[in-house]
């Protein structure tokens, strides 16, 4: 029984959680990319380009054959699925984390002196350049 318990407690950890739905998430929205690409992108190439097709293209040596129009379908595929995913999604994506980085810029821990301009810390009451004693910050 403790197996099963070990077993039970490695599966609802929330890493393996996290992960499992991270790749059904991940297909589920690969195949919407795909259908992008598919039937919206891909057609409007194909009335740019006038060839929405490159599978038939070939060259044969010495008897074999070699299809470099998939070759070139494949090619495309990918570039058109790596440029729907950088400026549909990763570029709103990080545009939105910039957005929302507000922080506060940190405290500062140093301040000059007013006698002699030198770096010293914030809460000092002496400089310890000119030693010159230094009103206390407010």
Not at 3 to 15: P, Y
Not at 47 to 69: C, E, M, N, W
Not at 93 to 116: A, H
Request: neutral net charge.
């Amino acid at each position: 029984m403790k197996a099963i318990d070990d077993f039970k407690a490695f599966l609802l950890r929330g890493n393996v959680v996290d992960l499992a739905v991270g790749i059904i998430i991940g297909a589920a929205f690969g195949s919407v990319v795909t259908a992008l690409v598919k039937d919206l992108i891909t057609p409007l190439i194909a009335a740019i380009a006038k060839q929405p097709d490159f599978s038939q293209l070939h060259f044969t040596v010495r008897g074999s054959v070699f299809l470099y129009g998939e070759f070139l379908n494949a090619l495309l595929s990918f570039l058109i699925i790596a440029a729907v995913v950088f400026f549909f999604i990763v570029r709103p994506i990080n545009m939105l984390i910039q957005r929302s980085k507000t922080e506060p810029p940190p405290d500062p821990t140093t301040r000059d002196c007013p006698y002699c301009l030198s770096t010293i810390p914030i809460a000092a009451s002496k400089c310890s350049f000119c030693t010159s004693d230094v009103p206390a910050v407010a």
